[in-house]
Every structure is written in C-alpha cells, then in structure tokens.
C-alpha cells in the first residue's frame, strides 16, 4: 500500500498538542494541583481568612506560581524553538510504502525505515511517529482514511 499526505503543523495545533501531552502525564497534573493549593492557601493566609503561626505566604505564592506556570513555560520554549526551524511549520509531504516512511519538506528530504520509528502517540488530531526519544513527525489523522491509519500503526513494532 503506497499513499501520501501532504499536512502543515500550524503554530496553534502545536501549541495544543504540546499542553495535551503534558497534561496526561501524572506529575503535571499534581503539580498544577498542589500549584493551585499553595496559592489559595497564601492568599487566604494574606486576607487573614486563615492564620498559620509558622507559614511563609510568600515562599507558597512563589512556589504555587511556578508550579501552576511551568507547563505554559515548557510549552513558550518548545514553541520558540519550534519557530526558529522554519521547516517545522511549513507543508510537509509524507509519503508511505511498505517499508518505509519518507517526508519531504521545504529544504530537506528524509526517509524512515520502519523498524526505525520507536513509537507512537495520538495526541488531539494527530499521529506522532517518534524516531528519536524526543522527536518525530506530526502527521495529520483527518488527511488519513482508518484504512491508511491501521497501515501506518500496523507498520510500527511496540
């Protein structure tokens, strides 16, 4: 089976895919959480709706904020650095065979060997075929028919 897609990752859809997969990750969630916690609790404690002999509202507040703040950090730097290589949200063709994965973007051209692509994730709209532990290649599941999209997954070993 041989077909191929041609898909644009835009600035909003990965800003999306990037806070959903921190979010299903545990320790964002308790963080926010606790993030959330310890700002409410020095607030209260500033307007003296509660009173903690021993408690330091400032070191909580800073703490809480950075906390619930972190993940939206992750994301700026991950965006910044999404932008500063043009060819990630530029139109990408990917094209899929039997053996291989091959991608054609504006200035370069790779192919991926199947046993080459590690794992996969579906996050949002998206199928993410990772080649590396951090990187990999958006690819658009509403340009696929079930069809194309079982090839693909069936294609990668777990």
């Not at 990750?25 to 021993?54: D, H, Q, R, W």
């Not at 949200?89 to 054609?104: G, H, Q, R, W």
Request: aromatic share 14%; charged share 20%.
């Amino acid at each position: 089976m041989d077909f191929s897609i041609t898909s644009k990752l835009d600035k909003g859809d990965y800003i999306k895919v990037m806070f959903i997969g921190l979010y299903k990750k545990p320790y964002y969630i308790m963080a926010t959480i606790l993030g959330l916690c310890l700002l409410i609790i020095s607030i209260l404690n500033y307007l003296n709706a509660i009173s903690f002999e021993v408690y330091s509202p400032f070191t909580d507040a800073v703490l809480g904020l950075f906390l619930l703040l972190s993940p939206s950090i992750i994301v700026f730097f991950a965006v910044s650095q999404a932008k500063s290589n043009p060819s990630l949200l530029n139109d990408m063709t990917y094209t899929f065979n039997e053996e291989s994965m091959a991608v054609n973007g504006l200035t370069f051209k790779s192919e991926f060997l199947w046993e080459h692509i590690i794992k996969q994730k579906e996050i949002g709209k998206f199928l993410i075929l990772y080649h590396t532990q951090k990187f990999g290649n958006f690819i658009d599941k509403s340009k696929l028919t079930s069809e194309e999209l079982l090839f693909i997954k069936s294609k990668i070993k777990k």
